[in-house]
């Protein structure tokens, strides 16, 4: 399945963009999806730290991905 | 607990976040104002840009408000970031917090900003005369 992802800050100077579209076999988890991010953009394997929010909310590695989840990559943070 | 969380992208008020967490009832405010500092490792910022992936920003502080309020017993909890081109001295982020007592609310307010700097999602990139960096993304 096709999977539309956003970027911020840094993730977006990666992709060099502010989303991309994956594609990735049904049932995919997170850690599928971030293993794929650092083959393909090997610079993420460079930062101190890399998520992926779904849906709004920080996803365990084993969530799984589906259809329409508004999948975001976070990398570390820096607010206040 | 009564809340207000807010991102903005013009400059904040330390009144209005203050009024935020006013209560009668309270015996203490503490209020954190962070600033953007002028600079880092010996070299001179010239600005910041700050961005965030704002409903998720907006849930997340959010959230460390309600976890606060379940570790301390709190009135009110304001917690006010901006976003977008900051100088050197403006203010980043303002956190009130109203409790009882003293105690709580220092307790509390410390607890937010060092939650809010490891969860929000909200990034920043420093400007420097020869250069730019995303801050804390590499170790």
Known sequence: ?80 | MVKDIQLLTSPLSLETCQAQADDPTAGGTVLFIGTVRNHTSGKTVLRLHFEAYEPMAIQEMDKIAVQASEQWPLHRVAIHHRTGMLLPGDIAVIIAVSAAHRAEAFAACQYAIDTLKQTVPIWKKEFFEDGEVWVAAHP
């Open chain 1, 1 to 80: 399945m096709k999977v539309p992802i956003k970027a911020f800050g840094i993730a977006k100077e990666i992709i060099g963009g502010s989303s991309i579209v994956v594609e990735i076999p049904a049932g995919s988890q997170v850690t599928d999806l971030l293993q794929l991010l650092k083959e393909q953009y090997p610079a993420f394997k460079e930062l101190a730290s890399l998520a992926i929010a779904v849906n709004a909310t920080y996803a365990d590695p084993e969530q799984e991905i589906s259809t329409g989840d508004e999948v975001v990559i976070i990398p570390p943070v820096a607010g206040g």
